[in-house]
């Protein structure tokens, strides 16, 4: 039989979560688009010591590769945030084999350990960033978006612990803020309703 014979199934997609940072993530980066370079392990390593914390990671493995890399932090009543600081912006590697049921699984694995993620400021055109949004409006998750200011300038002791990662001093040799940034929050389905509905008690309560 030819090779074009034989029916192609789609790759298996599964996720995983470790506490810490995963060294995949440079395995991740390497495969990724170049603007997502940045989001190496030593990227995110550099955050935890300056500013402390802890961090968990969430990797995505399609027929066994690792295709996605999530680091995230601040996970106190079920609300995280993607971990790194804000300039350029904060984001995650995904390598470009990455394919819908990739994210369906990353969305999949955060709904295990969190109730909503904050995800910026970022480019708002990032592929990664888009790739999981798209799968939470699939999976019926609320997205909430507002645009966010950056910070005009890098921490210049951020810069140096970073920079010990090669590929990292190259990329912030040119590295810029994106033309367009936003802030995403993603909420499980009927997760924000609840907070509005509390919201407005709150509000109710404090005038009487």
């Known amino acids: 039989m030819r090779l074009d014979d034989f029916t192609r199934l789609p790759a298996r997609a599964r996720a995983v979560t470790v506490d810490g940072l995963s060294a995949?993530?440079?395995i991740v980066a390497d495969g990724a688009p170049a603007e997502q370079?940045?989001?190496?392990?030593?990227?995110?390593?550099?955050?935890?010591?300056?500013?402390?914390?802890?961090?968990?990671?969430?990797?995505?493995?399609?027929?066994?590769?690792p295709v996605i890399a999530l680091p995230f932090t601040g996970w106190h009543r079920r609300t995280a945030m993607l971990l790194g600081p804000a300039w350029p912006a904060r984001g995650f590697p995904a390598r470009f084999e990455a394919d819908e049921a990739a994210f369906d699984a990353l969305l999949g694995e955060l709904n295990r350990h969190v109730a909503a993620l904050d995800i910026g400021p970022c480019d708002a055109r990032d592929r990664a960033v888009g790739s999981l949004l798209d799968a939470a409006r699939r999976r019926r998750w609320?997205?909430?978006?507002?645009?966010?200011?950056?910070?005009?300038?890098?921490?210049?002791?951020?810069?140096?612990?970073?920079?010990?990662?090669?590929?990292?001093?190259?990329?912030?040799?040119?590295?810029?803020?994106?033309?367009?940034?936003?802030?995403?929050r993603i909420f499980r389905p009927g997760l924000a309703g609840r907070l509005a509905r509390l919201g407005r008690a709150q509000r109710t309560t404090s005038r009487v």
């Open 37 to 65: 370079r940045l989001w190496r392990y030593q990227w995110y390593a550099a955050d935890l010591a300056i500013n402390g914390g802890a961090a968990r990671t969430i990797i995505v493995e399609q027929d066994g590769d």
């Open 142 to 184: 609320s997205v909430s978006a507002d645009d966010t200011p950056l910070s005009p300038s890098i921490d210049a002791v951020f810069r140096e612990a970073a920079s010990h990662d090669p590929v990292i001093a190259g990329a912030l040799s040119h590295a810029m803020p994106p033309a367009e940034s936003c802030r995403w």
């Open 24 to 26: 995949l993530v440079d």
